[in-house]
């Protein structure tokens, strides 16, 4: 399959690729017996990975990492280094569903809450009756020997997908540590998507996805949870953009 452009993005790489396209490429890999982490990104990614360099390095080992949020797409074209259209990580589950609805392939749904989980398989299923989605109950904290049962499990039934709600950066971390073994092509960690999904915790609305403000809905959703993640450990990001865009004008003089 082609290659994309990647960019950096404060120390975060992003590629350069659309919904479509990253949905073709887990397709592909399942087709083709292929091995692919795709990680939805976001300014919370770009943040983490400045604060903590091995993940930053885990980040660029990925074989694609795409922008989940709008405001890493206009941060991207501010920067002079344009991406596409966002790639929702949520909407990226339920293309996986409609991929095992029309190809036969099982997906494993590990993490999260094991009744969230099941809601949302059975949501999906809804929607494409034919698809494969198996949840996967996953104890906490996963250790040596829970991360072996989660891998046995998922070899017992024969995923090809494994959609992952471990939260960052646990999830790309099991990924990148255990998609090999498990046997699985394709490897996501999806955050919240299964709580989003299930109906638990409602999607923002279309217009405030378009003004970037999904990030906003969440926290009201969340307050406890999320509320010091966007407010106090995301927050330097709205300096550091600016500062980076004058270094590259400048740069570029």
Excluded at 52 to 60: K, M, N, T
Excluded at 127 to 150: C, D, H, Q, S
Excluded at 163 to 177: F, H, I, K, N
Excluded at 201 to 221: D, K, T, V
């Amino acid at each position: 399959m082609e290659s994309f452009k990647r960019v950096d993005i404060l120390g975060c790489p992003f590629d350069v690729i659309s919904f479509n396209e990253t949905a073709e490429w887990v397709k592909r890999a399942v087709l083709d017996n292929g091995r692919l982490q795709v990680v939805p990104g976001s300014i919370d990614f770009v943040m983490r990975s400045r604060r903590d360099p091995v993940f930053a390095r885990e980040l660029w080992q990925s074989d694609l990492v795409v922008a989940v949020g709008q405001p890493i797409v206009w941060a991207a074209s501010l920067l002079g280094d344009p991406l596409r259209k966002r790639v929702s990580g949520t909407d990226l589950v339920w293309r996986c569903a409609e991929i095992s609805n029309e190809i036969g392939c099982t997906v494993a749904l590990i993490g999260g809450k094991y009744e969230i989980t099941v809601e949302a398989a059975q949501k999906m299923i809804e929607r494409y009756p034919n698809a494969k989605l198996v949840p996967i109950e996953t104890p906490f904290p996963l250790g040596e020997k829970e991360n072996a049962e989660v891998v046995r499990r998922i070899k017992s039934i024969d995923a090809k997908i494994v959609l992952a709600a471990l939260g960052a950066p646990r999830q790309e971390r099991w990924v990148q540590s255990h998609l090999g073994a498990s046997g699985a092509n394709v490897g996501i960690g999806i955050g919240s998507a299964f709580d989003i999904i299930s109906g638990r915790n409602p999607r923002a609305p279309g217009w405030m996805q378009a003004l970037g403000l999904e990030w906003f809905y969440r926290m009201l959703q969340e307050p406890k949870r999320l509320g010091r993640r966007y407010l106090v450990d995301d927050s330097p990001f709205l300096i550091l953009l600016p500062v980076e865009i004058i270094r590259r004008k400048l740069k570029r003089l």
